[in-house]
């Protein structure tokens, strides 16, 4: 091994994050500087990885959940010899089309474990990868699975409230294979954390059943002793390291000038003098470099010695392990819903749509009983979404494959995410829709890295009914559409909620949430179909009678209404169709010519859903009529709420007939 001084080998992911910075005239040289001492010993003594093979299942996951801080990551992936991470992709920094985007990217760069940059969705996120791991272990055995979560975080990240959440469910958990390394550095864009912030961070992790203490953050000797300690604690650990940001810059460093700008020709002069880096842009000296490849590859023998275990294994639980974290889904499943539609039209639910999800889920728990993992932020009498036959996950009982978050909506959305990043599960997570507010930057993260989570959330309208206004959904739905990449589900009845489960399960690149009723709905799909008509966002569940002149569009509890409607139409002799729309953004993406037939010809076109019109324009038009929500709902029950606010099949024909002039 090329033997080169601890202070060199953190320089030179300095003097790369202070000439990247520079050169985009844009980004934050702080933390890197600041962190560069942490990241070296982690990366040349602990982190379990190979930098030739990113990808492989039982390496030790590190995310930086300061994602601002990127260039610290970027550093290290060029240093330790990623393939993909050449020097010109640091020289591009923030660039259009470079790997090297302002904040870390999973999707989009190699050796990367999940996006980061809204602060404390990192070290949330990584509390799933922990439990992930916990979980395979526990089933496969320490032969397979047996590898530790780092994370480097930001005093930004522990302000955020998720990180509030993230650590007490760690704590509870007792999940030790999960280590923060905390970047103490007391700045904040603003200036001094002490302007907003007195927590003292260590006593906050130990009273949520962390290990936690203080480290002097550029000692070497202390950090590996500090890491050593955490990996063979009981508990999760945090290592607050106490930095300097910036550290080097002559004028800049322990203010937040080093922050989140670039430190300028002189200071970068002063910086690297200062440190005695080499005043060549992008340079690292040779030996430094080889020194830093060969603790890229100082993995490569624990991964082969993995393969070595992972033969030993019988031909099928290999070939599981493997399925499952592919995310490739049992041959059983498919027969598993197909089985289920078939009762449901021998014997149709009247039920409501979130127990005619807790009935497919019961089908779909015995076709994959140790991978579909679900959990609810409390509400689990509410939500349905566990199974009668599932064991609740605990540190005592880490085969357990339901999940009780507690009411940390936020920090259940983020787990998830990294329990899917991590492989070897289908998690789903439920709550009240109306709740998706407090889960909506883990929700948009899951959609931008397109994680295949699942979102089972009921009460889905005002059709809630008593708990009133607070608790009722209006704009939740358009707001869920508009995020790219989500997939909104309003099924209408038993077969639907069926259809909807086999599509979001059956989806590995994206989020889907289930939005699901309270109240009892009638089964309206009475006939078998060959394919899966939500797979098209909407399809025509009741024919005109001759020529269309109405077209009727609804969603989830209000085709009820539609269908009711459209018999009162055909009774005066006006030819009305109804169009169930199981995901508007769905239905709005097909190719024109499929979706044209879908919304059809008829002149007079209707929407009805108990929520607002955002939407539906691209459907009905904006002239076309709404039955709907245009406020807020109230406190009642559901039936008196739905006529208070016009959702009905009277008000829908009245809309039909003054469009038609009658």
Known sequence: MTNVDHTRMANAIRGLAMDAVEKANSGHPGLPMGAADVATVLFTQFLKFDAADPKWP??????????????????????????????????????????????????????????????????????????????????????????????????????????????????HWRLNKLIVLYDDNGISIDGPTSLSDSVDQVKRFKSAGWAAEHIDGHDPIAIAAAITRAQKSGKPSLIACKTTIGFGAPTKAGTNKAHGEALGAAELKGAKEKLGISL??????????????????????????????????????????????????????????????????????????????????????????????????????????????????????????????????????????????????????????????????????????????????????????????????????????????????????????????????????????????RQNLPQLRTSARSDNPCSQGGYELVAAQGEAKVSLFATGSEVEIAVAAQKQLAERGIATRVVSVPSLELLLAQPADKLQTIIGKAPVKVAIEAAVRWGWDAVIGQDGAFIGMHGFGASAPAKDLFKHFGITAEATVNAVLKRLGE
């Open 58 to 171: 039982d390496r030790d996951r590190f995310v930086l959940s300061a994602g601002h801080g990127s260039m610290l990551l970027y550093a290290l992936l060029y240093l330790t010899g990623n393939v993909d991470m050449t020097l010109d992709q640091i020289k591009h920094f923030r660039q259009l089309g470079s790997l090297t985007p302002g904040h870390p990217e999973n999707f989009h760069t190699k050796g990367i474990e999940t996006t980061t940059g809204p602060l404390g969705q990192g070290i949330a996120t990584s509390v799933g990868m922990a439990v992930a791991e916990k979980m395979l272990a526990a089933e496969f055995g320490k032969k397979a699975v047996d590898h530790h979560t780092y994370v480097l975080c930001s005093d930004g990240d522990l302000m955020e409230g998720v990180s509030q959440e993230a650590i007490a469910l760690a704590g």
């Open 280 to 517: 060549e842009p992008f340079s690292v000296p040779d030996d430094v470099l080889k020194a830093w490849r060969e603790a890229g590859s100082r993995g490569v023998p624990a991964r082969k010695e993995w393969e070595v275990r992972m033969a030993t294994l019988s031909a099928r639980k290999r070939a599981e392990f493997d399925r499952r974290l592919r995310h490739e889904r049992p041959a059983s499943l498919a027969k598993a819903f197909k089985a289920h539609k078939k009762m449901l039209l021998e014997t149709p639910q009247n039920i409501a749509t979130r127990k005619s999800s807790e009935s497919v889920i019961e089908a779909i728990v015995a076709a994959m009983p140790m991978e579909f993992l679900a959990g609810s932020a409390d509400l689990t009498g509410s939500n349905n979404n566990k199974a009668k036959s599932a064991v609740s996950f605990a540190a005592k009982t880490p085969k357990g494959r339901f999940v009780h978050y507690g009411i940390r909506e936020h920090g259940m959305c983020a787990a998830m995410n990294g329990i899917f990043l991590h492989g070897g599960f289908a998690p789903n997570g439920a709550t009240f829709l109306v709740f998706t507010d407090y889960a909506r930057p883990a929700m948009r993260l899951a959609a931008l890295m397109g994680t295949g989570v699942v979102y089972v959330m009921t009460h889905d309208s005002i059709g809630l009914g008593e708990d009133g206004p607070t608790h009722q959904p209006v704009e939740h739905l358009a707001a869920l559409r508009a995020i790219p990449n989500m997939r909104v589900f309003r099924p209408c009845d038993a077969v639907e909620v069926a259809e909807c489960w086999e599509l979001a399960l059956n989806r590995i690149d994206g989020p889907t949430v289930l939005a699901l009723t």
